[in-house]
């Protein structure tokens, strides 16, 4: 039990660590299929809606993959407009379900967000939503590959 613990607390650590595996210039894989998937797609949301909520277009292309599926410059476009036409207040999430592959991470969540639209001025508004992200990995971390649903990025 407290080893099972241990080990949980250790993947979050390395989760939100970046997702970092293994140590420097080895090869490693970042896979958790060994792991808590639950707990590492925690890590990898909260890493997401971080970055995002500290928006800088380019440190948060870092986190898109470059095969983004349909288009990434479009999908980077949607992100730019989300981001600096507003501010989130507040983004809540509940993972339905998880599935891993050695290259490949799928979460589907719902979620809500409280967004302030800062061209209209007016009040805060309530958004929600069902969505899939997948992601790819890309050395020892994952990247966002595609977006299936209501994007909670994107939505204003």
Known sequence: MVLSRVAGLFLLAFALAGCQAGPAGAPSSPAFADFDDWGAARGILDRLFSDY??????SFE??????FVPDRFD???SL??????????QLDYFINRVVNDPDRFAIDFRWNKKWMDSRTGGGPKL???????VF???G?????????GQDPLTAV
């Open 140 to 148: 020892s971390s994952w990247v966002l590959w595609q977006v299936r």
């Open 75 to 77: 999908y980077l476009q």
């Open 80 to 89: 730019d407009t989300a981001a600096y036409g507003g501010k989130v207040l």
């Open 53 to 58: 909520e500290h928006y800088s277009r380019g």
């Open 127 to 133: 958004l929600s939503g069902q969505v899939q992200m």
């Open 62 to 67: 870092d986190l898109v993959a470059g095969d």
């Open 136 to 138: 790819k990995a890309r």
